[in-house]
């Protein structure tokens, strides 16, 4: 499910909660998946459970999971991501459009990289 990398210079908990975002964004984790509870998760990566309830949290603010109590965290419906997490998204992708075609990328190439996306999370 996750892998972490020691070397890398992100503290424990946001490489985990990259990961698993990439999974409900990817969709290798569904939305209304259960996730592993914090221990199981914490066990299997070999790290402490306020690690992984760190980067729950976190997940959860930004409306990637939604905790019921005494069920425990799924994967929230793709509607439910928050808007504070995807207007940060624009201003970055705003941002790396704007240097993409400072750099000679021409606004054909970037439309056909968003279809590639869109296509790539179509077959998901």
Same mark, same amino acid.
């Given at each position: 499910?996750?892998?972490?990398?020691?070397?890398?210079?992100?503290?424990?908990?946001?490489?985990?909660?990259?990961?698993?975002?990439?999974?409900?964004?990817?969709?290798?984790?569904?939305?209304?998946?259960? &996730?592993?509870?914090?221990? *199981?998760? %914490? +066990?299997? =990566?070999?790290?402490?459970?306020? #690690?992984?309830?760190?980067?729950?949290?976190?997940?959860?603010?930004?409306?990637?999971?939604?905790?019921?109590?005494?069920?425990?965290?799924?994967?929230?419906?793709?509607?439910?991501?928050?808007?504070?997490?995807?207007?940060?998204? &624009?201003?970055?992708?705003? *941002?790396? %459009? +704007?240097? =993409?075609?400072?750099?000679?990328? #021409?606004?054909?190439?970037?439309?056909?990289?968003?279809?590639?996306?869109?296509?790539?999370?179509?077959?998901?």
């Amino acid at each position: 499910m996750l892998s972490l990398n020691y070397r890398d210079a992100r503290p424990i908990y946001e490489q985990v909660k990259d990961g698993l975002r990439h999974l409900v964004v990817t969709g290798a984790i569904q939305a209304g998946d259960k &996730l592993p509870s914090v221990r *199981a998760l %914490a +066990s299997s =990566l070999a790290i402490n459970p306020n #690690t992984i309830q760190r980067a729950y949290e976190a997940l959860e603010r930004e409306g990637y999971l939604c905790t019921v109590a005494g069920k425990g965290s799924f994967a929230a419906e793709r509607g439910g991501i928050n808007t504070v997490r995807r207007d940060a998204l &624009l201003r970055q992708f705003d *941002a790396a %459009a +704007s240097e =993409l075609l400072f750099l000679g990328l #021409t606004p054909e190439e970037l439309s056909a990289r968003l279809r590639a996306a869109k296509g790539k999370e179509m077959q998901a």
